[in-house]
């Protein structure tokens, strides 16, 4: 069994490998930095934000016949800050990473596939609920690629190739602390809710609070590359303050945040 992971050297891309392997897969990581190990599966440097680099990797595994089994999406990036304050280029980069280089991965490497070889998709339990403030650009990227999945999902059908969205919460790796120093960077730099963050710092913490080790991750990973009917949708790590506030009606749930924030 062969596996394409994109992010392989971040905290759930490499839990992922480790676990492949264990299992007996071989394993072709890509990241734009080499990992500080990667021991038992193959690194293969490439940004995924460049086609070219993709299209190498490609033209080396298709001359020496490599058919994959799955490509599992762990790239990503997250972001913290305000839709009316954040940098343009930083809007596009987002989007860049959390959705267009899987459209590029998969339109690259989808003829690699074998017949019945699956993709599986990193989302975010962010994705289906209204986003909270200042984590919105993540909230949208999430959600639009649940939409791409989607719609991948019923055209791969049509040549036998599931396609599987994994929605976590937070998890125990890099993209934690390097949360809480977005939020940071954030509460000092904003000129329009400066009298909101301390507060919103909070709530932040107290849903980041909640995470789970990559190594859980790579184990729900690993049951829908195996499963014989695997689902459309694992969640894990849901966190209950956020599915209670998106309960209520949206007027309501902005009223909430109002009265948290001001």
């Known amino acids: 069994m062969i596996c394409l992971v994109t992010g392989a050297g971040g905290g759930m891309g490499s839990a992922l490998c480790r676990c492949l392997v264990q299992e007996g897969w071989r394993v072709i990581g890509l990241d734009l930095n080499p990992p500080a190990q990667h021991e038992g599966w193959e690194y293969m440097p490439a940004d995924l934000t460049r086609p070219e680099d993709l299209k190498a990797v490609f033209r080396k595994l298709a001359s020496e016949?490599?058919?994959?089994?799955?490509?599992?999406?762990?790239?990503?990036?997250?972001?913290?800050?305000?839709?009316?304050?954040?940098?343009?280029?930083?809007?596009?980069?987002?989007?860049d990473i959390n959705l267009f280089c899987m459209f590029r991965v998969n339109r690259?490497?989808?003829?690699?596939?074998?017949?019945?070889?699956?993709?599986?998709?990193?989302s975010s339990e962010l994705a289906p609920l209204n986003p909270l403030p200042f984590t919105g650009i993540y909230g949208i990227t999430k959600t639009a690629v649940e939409r791409y999945a989607a719609a991948l999902r019923m055209e791969l059908q049509l040549l036998g190739h599931p396609v599987i969205v994994i929605r976590p919460g937070a998890v125990r790796t890099g993209?934690?602390?390097?949360?809480?120093?977005?939020?940071?960077?954030?509460?000092?730099?904003?000129?329009?809710?400066?009298?909101?963050?301390?507060?919103?710092?909070?709530?932040?913490?107290?849903?980041?609070?909640?995470?789970?080790?990559?190594?859980?991750?790579?184990g729900i990973c690993l049951n829908a590359l195996t499963a014989r009917r695997p689902r459309l949708l694992y969640c894990i790590n849901r966190n209950p303050l956020l599915l209670i506030l998106n309960l209520f009606p949206e007027r309501f749930q902005l009223w909430i945040i109002r009265m948290i924030l001001k």
């Open 65 to 95: 016949g490599t058919e994959l089994d799955a490509i599992v999406h762990m790239a990503g990036v997250y972001d913290l800050n305000s839709l009316i304050e954040m940098p343009e280029e930083d809007f596009i980069r987002d989007f």
């Open 108 to 122: 690259t490497f989808v003829p690699l596939l074998k017949e019945g070889g699956r993709i599986l998709m990193v």
């Open 175 to 218: 993209m934690l602390p390097a949360s809480t120093e977005k939020l940071e960077r954030f509460c000092a730099a904003t000129e329009h809710y400066a009298c909101n963050a301390e507060r919103f710092r909070k709530i932040v913490k107290s849903v980041e609070a909640r995470n789970v080790p990559p190594e859980a991750i790579a």
